[in-house]
Structures are given as structure tokens and as C-alpha cells.
């Protein structure tokens, strides 16, 4: 039999799943042109030329121990590499030893939560949040506490003060934010810094601030994502290029440790162990040698930025409100209805769409940019017709 912990997770999971395995049947049935599908943040642009390049240059200079295992923290070169692109994102000064490779930001939370969480300590994250923020906590025996934010998505510093206490371990961060797209101010991050310092003063351990990463050059309008490490020294970032560099599948991301931690050492031993008895044993050794090369390439994100305006353009026709993304791949429009209802009667115009209860709050629904400009264009009309219906009905 399968635990009832699983049996909870597949249900409290599967609105992502679901509308996707919905639209699968409704491209067979009704062919795939006619189906507008915005609901997976699958990044489907190609990865930047230095990509294929550097994939190219590893075939060409072939060694069979390219396969072989490394020390669990990742190639000593590629932690070098990883340190310099983090020392100059964030503004403070790292080493290799402050580096610990990963499979993707997902292997990069895990480690982190298993490494600091004892059984029933929190972790506090602002809602609505990426889903598996649930699971990776409960999956180390921690409490997921989600925290209300702004109208606008920002923090909301008061309801964070307020939900903090003396079991609260760890907060998250993801900015730019999977579902809305917002993106934290520096402002925002002081305060925060301060916050925590005030609280773990008051409760008498480290409170640790950990930003989830996956989407920090994937911004729009000149917007820039802010350092966590200036503000706050116990803190951890978790990273990914999955999405600059449109490597999903790769698996390939890295945990970056401020380098005033406390207590350091022991977590960066607890870190590179968890890396180890979690399963995952060692970050994938091609992806590392790739990564290395093309750390500071990104995807035309001009393209994102396009695809995003023309679905701003297609939720202000239709007459729904929205907060305009900053960055990510991702919109999180409001509905004036029951947000399951909403995309149940989306469906039937064929379009698909993700219900915002998914994301820890309802009557809201996200939408995905990774649908190339001309589908939009096509579908445009439609759907603002679609919801425009849907209204008139409500």
C-alpha cells in the first residue's frame, strides 16, 4: 500500500499535472493548433549558443574519467567558477569552499533543509509560493508555514513578524517570484535582514534566511534582483540553470553559503553529507563541466519579456486584473470566481490554465510564458472572447 503521507501529496500536488495531462487529451482530440496551453513552465527557448559550443568542446577533448565520481561537493574548478559568478551577483566575496554543487535548486533546498531542520522547526515562506516548497520541508520533518503577502506580492514584513516564533528555523524567499513574478526591493530584503536579526537575538538561535534562485537573470525592464548576502550573513542561496540557461532537464544547480555563516563549518560538512546520503551522491559531471563554461550566459530573455507583454495585453482586454511580472516565466492574474471553475470553464474554450489554489491561494490563476509569440498571437482573440464569456456568465 502506498503511505497515506504519499496518498496526500499526490492529491494536494496534482493541479499542475493535472490541467497538463487535461491538455494532452484535448490536443489529441482537437489537434494541437487549436489548444492554448499556459500551463507548464517547461523552458522551451534554446539554450545559449556558448551551450552547444561548450558540449562540442568536451566530445572533441573526450576523456572516459569525465564519468567518474568527484569529491561530494562537485569539481574543485567548477566551485571555483561558481564562487566568482556568485561573488559578483551578490556583491560579497566567496570561494570555492562556499560552493556546494547540486542537482538543480530542488537538490539544493533539500540538502539545506535536511542539513539545518530538526523535527517540528519551521519553515516560513511567503504566499502564494512555488508548490514543492510543502513537500521539501515536510520531506525533512519540518513545518511549512506559508505567510500571506502584499496585494501586490510584496512582503508584507508585519504578517512575517507576526508569524515568526521560537520554532521558525528557516525563511524562504523566491524572487523573482514563481507564480506572480514579483520581484523583492532592496528595501524589502533590509527590512527582512533586520527582522531576522531582531528575532533570532530574541529567540536565541540563528534564523536562516535561504533564497531559492532558479529565476535571478531571467528579468524584465531593467529590474535587478537584490543581494541577500550584503543584508544578512546567515543566509543561503539555492540556484539552478534550468532556466537562464534552459538546461530544465539537466539537473544542474549549486548551493552557495554566505561566507560569515554560523556555525560555518559544520554546515558545510552537514551540506556536502546530505548531499551524499540524500541519493543524490554528486551534482551530474557533464552538467558541472557545462555549467562551468557557460555561467555567465543566459537565453534571449528579450523573448520572455515579449511573450509576457502580449499576455499583460491579452488579461487587460479581457478585463482581468494582474500584477505585472518583473521577472520569472510566469503571470498570476486575479479571477472573480472560484479559481477550479475558472479554468474547468477555460477548458472548454480550450485553454488551459493552472488554478492559484495550487500555489496557496485561491481565486487567482497562473499562467506560463513558455508559448512561443506566435501561438499567442493566434490564440489572442480567443481568448479574450473566452473570458470575456466566462465573466458575462459569472
Not at 47 to 63: A, D, G, S
Not at 136 to 162: C, M, R, W
Not at 259 to 271: M, R
Amino acid at each position: 500500500m502506498v503511505s497515506q503521507q504519499i496518498k496526500d501529496y499526490l492529491e494536494r500536488s496534482s493541479w499542475i499535472r493535472k490541467m497538463f495531462e487535461e491538455g494532452i487529451k484535448l490536443k489529441k482530440t482537437h489537434g494541437e493548433d487549436r489548444v492554448l496551453d499556459l500551463t507548464l513552465g517547461n523552458p522551451d527557448l534554446p539554450p545559449p549558443p556558448r551551450v552547444k559550443e561548450t558540449l562540442q568542446k568536451i566530445i572533441e577533448n573526450y576523456e572516459p574519467s569525465f564519468h567518474r565520481y568527484m569529491p561530494n561537493a562537485g569539481f574543485p574548478f567548477v566551485r571555483e567558477v561558481m564562487a566568482k559568478k556568485v561573488s559578483i551577483e551578490q556583491g560579497v566575496t566567496l570561494t570555492s569552499e562556499d560552493i556546494i554543487m547540486t542537482c538543480g535548486a530542488a537538490g539544493a533546498l533539500n540538502i539545506i533543509f535536511k542539513t539545518l531542520l530538526n523535527p517540528g522547526e519551521e519553515v516560513i515562506f511567503p504566499s502564494p509560493f512555488f508548490v514543492e516548497y510543502l513537500f521539501y520541508t515536510e520531506n525533512h520533518q519540518g513545518i511549512p508555514k506559508p505567510v500571506s503577502t502584499n496585494p501586490d506580492f510584496s512582503l508584507n514584513l508585519e504578517a512575517l513578524d507576526q508569524n515568526i516564533t521560537e520554532k521558525t528555523k528557516i525563511v524562504l524567499i523566491n524572487s523573482p517570484n514563481n507564480p506572480t513574478g514579483q520581484i523583492y526591493t532592496e528595501e524589502e530584503i533590509k527590512s527582512l535582514a533586520k527582522l531576522l536579526s531582531e528575532k533570532s537575538k530574541i529567540f536565541g538561535h540563528p534564523i536562516y534566511l535561504v533564497s531559492d534562485e532558479p529565476y535571478r537573470n531571467l528579468v524584465f525592464d531593467n529590474h535587478q534582483v537584490p543581494s541577500i548576502f550584503k543584508h544578512y550573513p546567515n543566509s543561503l542561496i539555492a540556484y539552478s540553470f534550468s532556466k537562464e540557461l534552459s538546461l530544465a532537464g539537466e539537473r544542474i544547480g549549486f548551493v552557495a553559503v554566505h561566507p560569515e555563516i554560523q556555525p560555518k563549518k559544520l554546515i558545510l560538512e552537514g551540506l556536502i553529507l546530505c548531499n551524499r546520503i540524500l541519493g543524490f551522491v554528486n551534482a551530474p559531471a557533464l552538467a558541472q563541466r557545462l555549467a562551468a563554461e557557460c555561467a555567465f550566459a543566459k537565453v534571449e530573455t528579450n523573448i520572455y519579456k515579449r511573450r509576457r507583454d502580449l499576455i499583460c495585453d491579452m488579461l487587460q482586454e479581457a478585463g482581468l486584473e494582474f500584477v505585472k511580472p518583473k521577472g520569472g516565466l510566469f503571470i498570476f492574474p486575479k479571477v472573480p470566481m472560484d479559481d477550479v471553475t475558472f479554468c474547468q470553464k477555460l477548458k472548454e474554450h480550450l485553454i488551459l490554465a493552472v488554478p492559484g489554489r495550487g500555489f496557496g491561494v485561491s481565486n487567482h490563476i497562473r499562467l506560463s510564458f513558455c508559448v512561443d509569440e506566435e501561438t499567442l498571437k493566434r490564440h489572442k482573440s480567443s481568448f479574450i472572447e473566452a473570458v470575456k464569456t466566462i465573466l458575462n456568465q459569472a
